[in-house]
Structures are given as C-alpha cells and as structure tokens.
C-alpha cells in the first residue's frame, strides 16, 4: 500500500521530526522548476526572498518587494501538487509593526496560494508569529545568519560564534517555537549551535550551511543546479553543471542559426 502523502502538511513536517525521517526543501521561482522539484520528491518549495539574488541579479534580498514574493509564488504554486509551498515575506513587509506583518503574510495567502509564510528574526518577531499562528496561517521561522539583516552583519558572515550571538541566536528559536512556527530555517552557524537549536525546540530545524544534525536541508535551487558557475559556497553541494551547459547549448544554437544548419528542412512547414 503507497503511505506517500498526496499533499505534505505542516503536521507531516513534525511527524519527521518525530520518527528521525529528514526533511527536504528546496528553493524554487518558476513554474518549470518548481514542477521538476516536486516531481523528484522535494518535501517543501520554499518561494525564497533569495529570488531577488538569482533571478532579479540584485546584490541581496533586501530590494524584494511583496508584488514580487506575489508574483513567483503564484508561478510555484501551478506547478506543484505533493510538496508543502512556503513563501518568504520581504525585508519591510513586516518589521515596522505587526499589522504590516499580517496584512503581507495575508496576501502571500490570498493572492500568492501560499500554504505558509517564512519570516526571519528570533524573540523580536515572536508576536507576530504568534498572532499570525492565531488567524490560521503556518508560519516557518528563521534564524542564524538572516540575510535580511545582511548590512547589521557587516556581510553574509557566520552567525553565533561570540557567547553572545549564540545565547540571541538559540533564545530566538526557542521563542519561535514557543510562538507556534512549524519549523525554523537555521542559517550558516557553528554545527554544534544548530544541533544545540535542534534538540532544544519541538519543532523540525531546517538548515543551510548549519550542518548536519538539523532535521532538514534547504539550498538554493539555482546552487544545487550550478546554473552560475561562477558562485559557489561552503555549504554549497552542486549536483549538476545546468550553467555550463545552457552555455554550451545556446551557443551550439548561434553557431546553427549562424551557419544555416538550423533550422533543417524537418523543423520547416511545407
Ligand atoms: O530566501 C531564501 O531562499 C532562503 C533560504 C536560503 C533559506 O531564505
């Protein structure tokens, strides 16, 4: 008898965490991608704020805007019918005040089909969490090294390698998990900080550049793709060469359209 789940809920998230089963989510943009990652068996697409990187080319998140987590999340959502679809809330869509925080997250809902939100930031955000939890929308944390706060950091540094970072970073995630997220991204912090988060929440921990003992993985789909060839960081696994080879393929079209030899009398109508 299949056991699969048709569609992955926010309660299936915890059952895995309960019986040590690990969780895979991946970022996705588009409709293409997001059908492909679905299809391989991807847990959770996670529409990523990152899409402001490498789909817009800007030097970080933070330009994003909510018409644009909008826009890419009504894209991913055609293109998936299993996994569990979150979506990013940008940089000022919900800082200023938690009326902001649930007039976004709701259109994320409403306008975008996403299934949850993600928001990032530890204690500071825990009220909007919990009043989100309260109107019925999942909300997945993050913290760590939270790109949002790129410029704070002084650059996309590892987070919570002072006693002080790591007492802010871990008292977050608890208060999140307190607050009711489903799940917490954990971002580029020592392994042995991210496997401390992991035991003491409830909740499944997603990491990124977190090590190993999260209860999940998220990357970047554009990193694991190696669509540009030139990015790479540490805790970055590329399982295809996707850039190279649109390279080789688009340049392989030039040189038949250059030539002649393209298109054949067999691509012709006659
Ligand atoms: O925006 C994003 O893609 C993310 C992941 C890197 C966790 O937040």
């Known amino acids: 008898m299949d056991t699969a789940p048709k569609k992955i809920t926010t309660a299936h998230l915890r059952q895995r965490k309960a019986a040590g089963e690990k969780i895979v989510v991946l970022t996705a943009y588009d409709v293409a991608f997001a059908r492909l990652a679905d299809r391989a068996g991807v847990d959770v697409v996670l529409v990523g704020d990152t899409l402001g990187m490498v ?4 030097a ?8 644009d987590m909008i826009y890419h999340a009504r894209a991913v959502v055609r293109g998936v019918t299993r996994a569990h679809v979150v979506v990013d809330l940008p940089f000022m869509s919900y800082q200023v005040s938690v ?25 500071e955000a825990a009220e909007l969490v919990a009043r989100l939890i309260a109107i019925g929308i999942p909300v997945m944390g993050h913290v760590g090294m939270t790109p949002q706060s790129l410029h704070q950091f002084g650059g996309f540094k590892v987070q919570g390698r002072s006693a002080d970072q790591r007492q802010r970073i871990l008292a977050g995630a608890r208060a999140l998990a307190d607050a009711g997220a489903y799940a917490i991204v954990i971002e580029t912090v ?4 991210a496997a401390e988060i992991t035991a003491a929440v409830a ?6 550049g977190a090590g190993a003992a999260c209860d999940g993985q998220v990357l970047v789909m554009h990193d694991v793709l190696g669509l540009d060839p030139n990015f790479g960081a540490r805790f970055v696994r590329r399982y295809a060469e996707l850039g190279r080879e649109a390279e080789r393929a688009f340049a392989a079209y030039a040189a038949d359209v250059r030539s002649g030899r393209f298109p054949s009398p067999d691509e012709s109508y006659s």
């Open 55 to 58: 789909v817009q080319g800007q």
């Open 190 to 193: 020592p392994a042995p900080l």
């Open 60 to 67: 970080s998140t933070l330009p994003v805007t909510l018409d």
């Open 99 to 123: 009326e902001d925080g649930l007039r976004a997250a709701g259109r994320l809902m409403k306008e975008g089909g996403a299934e949850a939100v993600k928001l990032e930031g530890g204690e």
């Open 203 to 208: 909740v499944p921990t997603i990491g990124i």
